[in-house]
T-cell receptor, first 117, second 114 residues
Framework: AQKITQTQPGMFVQEKEAVTLDCTYD???????LFWYKQPSSGEMIFLIY??????QNATEGRYSLNFQKARKSANLVISASQLGDSAMYFC??????????????FGKGITLSVRP | EADIYQTPRYLVIGTGKKITLECSQTMGHDKMYWYQQDPGMELHLIHYSYGVNSTEKGDLSSESTVSRIRTEHFPLTLESARPSHTSQYLC?????????????FGDGTRLSIL
């Protein structure tokens, strides 16, 4: 079974509107961390936001927020007030176990987001 | 701003050549990683290191090898390049023992084997 599932086809959003990118995960470990990265066409990976499995509140970083539903094993990224520069691929990734023992990330297949002017 | 550098940025080379992809970071991170990514696809971990003289194979089998002689340097080598090695290779690093700290990535090397 895939550990990180991102099944949305290419997503489109109008500039200045909000968009939600879906991510579901699968783990039996009670301690884990979820990361979202942005990859523009130039190829670099840009860290956006982190959610720990024991965090009580949903993570927020500027225009990025995470809709973390632990029971459903989902960690959807919400981008508010979309900008043209948000057009990119977005990857959800998971680290299982308490860090120190394991910091390897498992990535999903990614979602392409296109922002329309 | 992360300080992790990969060279070359692009490389087009013939089959059978020996290739070394360079990766250096100035953040003093103990952990370093190499990922392989085909266009529009997910990243696959091919090698990682938790410190000097420590290297491990990742989840995806790779014909490449790595070394970690210095904390800041984690080069990846292909002894004899083949067209199947054509891909993007991304290097990353992270702090030791910090679960909420992200991996910081370099800009990647886009490798094309003719």
């Amino acid at each position: 079974a895939q550990k990180i599932t991102q099944t949305q086809p290419g997503m489109f959003v109008q500039e200045k509107e909000a968009v939600t990118l879906d991510c579901t995960y699968d783990t039996s470990d009670p301690s884990y961390g979820l990361f979202w990265y942005k990859q523009p066409s130039s190829g670099e990976m840009i860290f956006l936001i982190y959610q720990g499995s024991y965090d009580q509140q949903n993570a927020t970083e500027g225009r990025y927020s995470l809709n973390f539903q632990k029971a459903r094993k989902s960690a959807n990224l919400v981008i508010s007030a979309s900008q043209l520069g948000d057009s990119a691929m977005y990857f959800c990734a998971m680290r299982e176990g308490r860090d120190g023992a394991n910091s390897k990330l498992t990535f999903g297949k990614g979602i392409t987001l296109s922002v329309r002017p | 701003e992360a300080d992790i550098y990969q060279t070359p940025r692009y490389l087009v080379i013939g089959t059978g050549k020996k290739i070394t992809l360079e990766c250096s970071q100035t953040m003093g991170h103990d952990k370093m990683y190499w990922y392989q990514q085909d266009p529009g696809m997910e990243l696959h971990l091919i090698h990682y290191s938790y410190g000097v003289n420590s290297t491990e194979k990742g989840d995806l089998s790779s014909e490449s090898t790595v070394s970690r002689i210095r904390t800041e340097h984690f080069p990846l080598t292909l002894e004899s390049a083949r067209p199947s090695h054509t891909s993007q290779y991304l290097c990353a690093s992270s702090e030791l023992g910090a679960g909420n700290q992200p991996q910081h990535f370099g800009d990647g090397t886009r490798l094309s084997i003719l």
